[in-house]
């Protein structure tokens, strides 16, 4: 029997301060960082929804709280080519992109996000505009653990 005070929350794929991450986003941008160079290895056109980590510590207590619904997706609602990803991580950077031909791209449906929007007037932090401020992160960490 369906229990009304339980929530479920499906989490897209969680950008922010991971330290030991292995997750795509933190090893791409730690090989950018560390061996200045990124070995792709899944096509450019490949797409993934990001949510920044402080979105969702802030929507899983209001969905929790005051949900209205049983099901959420807690996701940005735009997906983010991995072409987009590592051009913005080479400009920051510098590094150089290796990529090897005849890779499969993995393309996913675009998440709604209609019910974070409608009852909690939700607009998502995008990981294009952040990933300054996130690879800053990475680089104080990588600092301050070689030290």
Partial sequence: AAQPNVRIAR????????PGSSDFLSSVISDALEKEKICLKSGLSSE????????????????????????????????????ALLHKI???TGC???????????????????RLQAEFDFSPEM????LSGLISEYTMRLVHDSN
């Avoid at 989490?11 to 991971?18: C, E, H």
């Avoid at 969702?56 to 209205?68: A, E």
């Avoid at 990529?99 to 209609?114: A, M, Q």
């Fill in 11 to 18: 989490l897209s794929n969680v950008f922010g301060k991971k």
């Fill in 90 to 92: 080479q400009k920051i």
């Fill in 127 to 130: 990981l294009i505009p952040s």
């Fill in 48 to 83: 993934k929804d990001y949510i920044s980590l402080g979105d969702v510590v802030t929507l899983l207590p209001k969905i929790s709280i005051s949900g209205q619904h049983r099901i959420y997706n807690v996701a940005s609602g735009k997906n983010v080519s991995h072409q």
């Fill in 96 to 114: 150089d992109i290796e990529i090897s031909e005849g890779l499969e791209s993995t393309l996913v449906p675009k998440i709604s996000i209609d």
